[in-house]
């Protein structure tokens, strides 16, 4: 089955990858065949707490950790530094104060569109869970409408929620898909992530030039491999 492309391609900065290695990988990925799954999605989440108390607790760790490192929190340049860092924190991982409901604010709307819509290069920046290390990159998002579409700026705000959050990417690539699914009830969602991971950049392995590929695949993305295949050809260009 053939269905016209809508491609929007935000203009944003990003980390530039080597193409033939990106092109290869989503060559891999169109070969694979997938089995149909069940999805099920919940909605509410447990918030991280905010305000002024965290923002005190997060001040002092960083005070320890100074003074674990043999630093001396008192000396001028660093005694504005835990504010400072317990401030970027809280911005790396405003993803906690933020759910689906709330962003997409009233804007799925009522559409008879039955082709592929398509954003990808969407900037994306998370911190690894394991190492508290920043990992970043591009996402690209497909999605076969059912009657609904929405608000192609509210892809890249899920894309934001979730990767301001403590991540590993394997998790952050399904979690918008699955978000994306319980919105509209699409026929079919497919999200690819590249990302570099400086845990194996800066420290480890020290594989500068690595990326990582993750892809979910759900509905007929999954089901049905010419679709599948449509879809990484368009994401890749």
Request: glycine share 6%; proline share 4%; hydrophobic share 40%.
């Amino acid at each position: 089955m053939e269905y016209a492309k809508q491609i929007v391609t935000p203009d944003m900065n990003g980390v530039c990858c080597a193409k033939k290695f990106v092109a290869s990988c989503f060559e891999s990925f169109g070969d694979q065949v997938f089995e149909p799954k069940k999805v099920t999605v919940q909605w509410k989440e447990a918030k991280a707490p905010g305000g002024a108390d965290a923002l005190a607790a997060l001040e002092e760790a960083y005070t320890s950790i100074l003074r674990g490192l043999g630093e001396n929190p008192e000396r001028q340049g660093l005694l504005k530094t835990p504010r400072r860092a317990a401030k970027a924190m809280q911005f790396f991982t405003k993803g906690y104060q933020d759910s689906i409901p709330d962003i997409l604010n009233d804007a799925v709307f009522d559409e008879d569109h039955d082709e592929i819509v398509i954003v990808k290069n969407i900037d994306m920046f998370s911190l690894c869970e394991h190492h508290l290390v920043p990992f970043f990159g591009k996402v690209h998002i497909g999605y076969l409408p059912n009657k609904k579409v929405v608000g192609l700026s509210k892809l890249a705000r899920i894309v934001e929620i979730y990767s301001r959050r403590l991540q590993v990417q394997e998790r952050l690539t399904k979690q918008i898909a699955l978000a994306i699914t319980e919105a509209l009830k699409p026929a079919g969602v497919a999200v690819v992530i590249e990302a570099t991971h400086m845990c194996m950049v800066m420290r480890g392995v020290q594989k500068i030039n690595s990326k990582t590929l993750t892809s979910t695949m759900l509905g007929i993305f999954r089901e049905d491999q010419k679709t599948r295949e449509e879809f990484l050809t368009l994401a890749k260009e």
